[in-house]
């Protein structure tokens, strides 16, 4: 029997880059692989090649592991440059205002790369060089901006993406406008450096000739990032966040990243309450669960050291499991890959780059992150970290396996509001029985500090009457909330898929 993959992602060119290595012998982590690469360099301003992110895998018949391969704080070998130096402020009015910090000052050390690279060395079934081939080739050959990159450029080309000279001149025409829904990008730097690490693996970026030329660059400029934080970063394997709900077994990504742990006790907590259906009571529920599990995050798990959010997770993990609500309420730009087989594997990949630093590395083609900016993820600051910490995560890329064999890999771009879809889609799909496309479409809500005062955003079609709580409605289904991609192997129904309609959305298939 032919080995079948399906995948499932928020573009039919990432998607169909996933089927073309599954096509030539790959298996799930490899489809997702080359979903990911070929994302982090078509995806423009929505994810970018100097991400970060958590790769989660789990075989038939083995453990669940979880790739770490998130951002750190920079800054080896420096002692004359502070924090904050190299960055400013970009305010622009998506989701109702958001504001960021951009600039060199605001890069963090990249690891997508090197999780990428070791799941393909452990997990993969054919050479990483056929992986990074997708994602070469549309570099080589362009390709068409897409509409979610558009949005994303009509609010941000300028005060992000607009003050250095590479990436000014990569998303605007020659009288000044920005790139619009279908016109060709074309980056030729990117192709080069993409032929780079397709030979030497992603050593060129962290030992080579890449990473000389993107610290150089930064350290030019009164920025943190260092070849020797480059040279020192390391993909770390660890065990997921593991929780039962009904007849599925659920592994999500576990501390230091906070994302999974939250995820975790809003479906522990949803579980409890027996909720069989949506409406105004359930609206009422859903608000509540996420407002307690959010001010959780926000007064124990944001800006702690990575001992304490080991401890403090498991703390409200115990705390979700026995519904001490007492004690619980008393707390004060991404992109998602998922992919199975017909032999039972999946993987679930989340990588983010922020909303981007604006920094295209001179000759590199390489978009990098503004991880180090992201005001709304360390509202604490980050001047305390030393070099080499990992950086808080939402980030839940999620495994799900039903008593009977059935494996589900989902997960969400969206940043704070990443673990809430997730969790709502879950919701929709395990105890309401929702096919995947119904729980994915289905509308959502999310709770949030807005304008200091806690808020509910919640699409249009759900019931607020019972809500009690400030709520502001978006029209529709909106990419705010998320863009919830998921992919699921039935031992007797086949393989299935849905893509959110929030974010466009793609499936493919591939057959070896």
Known sequence: MPRKVIIASDAQIVVDAGAAVANRGGNAVDAALAATLTSM?????????????????????????????YAEMPGRGLNSVKFGSGMKEAFFAYGGGTSTMVGYGSVATPGIFAGLGLAAEKYGNIPWSEIVNPAQRQAIQGFPLSRVAAEYFAYTHQVIFGWHPDSYRVIHKADGSHLTLGNRVQIPELARSLQLIAEEGVNALYRGELGEK????????????TAEDLAHYQAIERSPVMIKIGDWSIATNPAPAVGGTCLAAMLLLTKKRSLTQWNAATVKEIAEIQQAVLQYRSNYLEGATKDKITQEAARLLSMAAQEDWQQLTKSPSTIHISAVDSDGLACSISASSGYGSGVMAGGTGLWLNNSLGEIELHPQGLHDLSPGTRLTSNMAPTICRHDNGTVLAIGSPGASRITTAIAQVLF?????????????????????????????????????????????????????????????????????????????????????
């Open 214 to 225: 993107i610290t150089s660059e930064i350290q030019a400029n009164q920025g943190l990032l």
């Open 428 to 512: 929709n799909f395990i105890d309401l029985d929702m096919s995947l496309e119904q729980a994915i479409s289905h509308p959502r809500l999310h709770f949030e500090v807005f304008n200091n005062i806690p808020t509910i955003a919640l699409e249009t079609g759900l019931d607020i009457s019972k809500l009690g709580i400030p709520n502001r409605q978006f029209e529709g289904l909106s990419m705010y909330f998320g863009g919830v991609q998921a992919a699921m192997a039935h031992p007797n129904e086949g393989l299935t898929a849905a893509a959110d309609p929030r974010r466009i959305g793609g499936i493919a298939w591939g057959e070896n």
């Open 41 to 69: 360099c078509t995806n423009l301003g929505i994810v970018a090649p100097g991400a970060s992110g958590f790769i989660t895998i789990w075989r038939k018949g083995e453990n669940p592991i979880t790739i770490d391969a």
